[in-house]
């Protein structure tokens, strides 16, 4: 009984030998992948020294609906992603594209579920001042979309990033003001820079 057992072992170690070589194909060695180093096994210091090889840009990283995706270093695992996030978010840059005052990302984008410093973001406007843009925007954040929140942007921004924080800060201090009052407020804002600014006010 007790060879007849190891005989049966063996087979089902054979088996399982079988199966790992059909996965990982001929010619590997299947003894040696079993003990190939892993990132986790590394220690945290060589850990961190891979994640800023991989995660750092010598440039700004451009956010907006469709041009910059996560890493997927990010993506592999959650002890990675913990471990990982804080280099990526506290030693890049971030640039949030705006076209149009039309908002990018949107509340789902990857970017609102990191914790990224103020000063590690900022925004740059493109395209048209478009009022009925902004004011699409004020309106969710309004409405309970707080991530949209500009106080997570830098507030060094100049021109109509300045003017954009400034709408911002306006809704925020009438959060418990219906829509339809604080819309009436931001009317009379929009004349105010219109009246200031001129042909470079809003364009609607």
């Known amino acids: 009984m007790k060879r007849k057992k190891l005989h049966g072992d063996r ?18 060695n299947i003894e040696h992948q079993q003990h190939q180093p892993t990132l986790l096994g590394l220690p945290g210091e060589l850990r961190n020294r891979v994640y800023r090889e991989v995660l750092l840009e010598i440039l700004d990283i451009e956010v907006n609906s469709g041009s910059y995706e996560q890493p997927p270093l990010l993506r592999t695992c959650r002890q990675i992603r913990k471990e990982a996030s804080s280099i990526f978010c506290e030693e890049n840059n971030f640039e949030l594209k705006i076209i149009d005052l039309q908002f990018a990302p949107q509340p789902q984008h990857w970017f609102w579920g990191h914790d990224i410093p103020a000063e590690k973001a900022f925004l740059s406007f ?21 991530v949209d929140n500009a106080g997570t942007i830098s507030e060094s921004t100049e021109g109509m990033g300045l003017t954009v924080i400034n709408a911002f800060k306006i809704v925020e201090s009438l959060f418990d003001i219906p829509w339809s009052k604080v819309e009436g407020v931001l009317e009379a804002f929009k004349n105010g820079v219109n009246a200031v600014a001129g042909a470079h006010g809003f364009s609607d």
């Open 11 to 28: 087979a089902e170690s054979s088996k399982r030998q079988c199966q790992r070589l059909e996965e990982t194909g001929p010619g590997v």
């Open 126 to 146: 493109a395209g048209q001042d478009s009022w009925s843009n902004l004011k699409q925007w004020l309106k969710r954040y309004h409405g309970d979309e707080r």
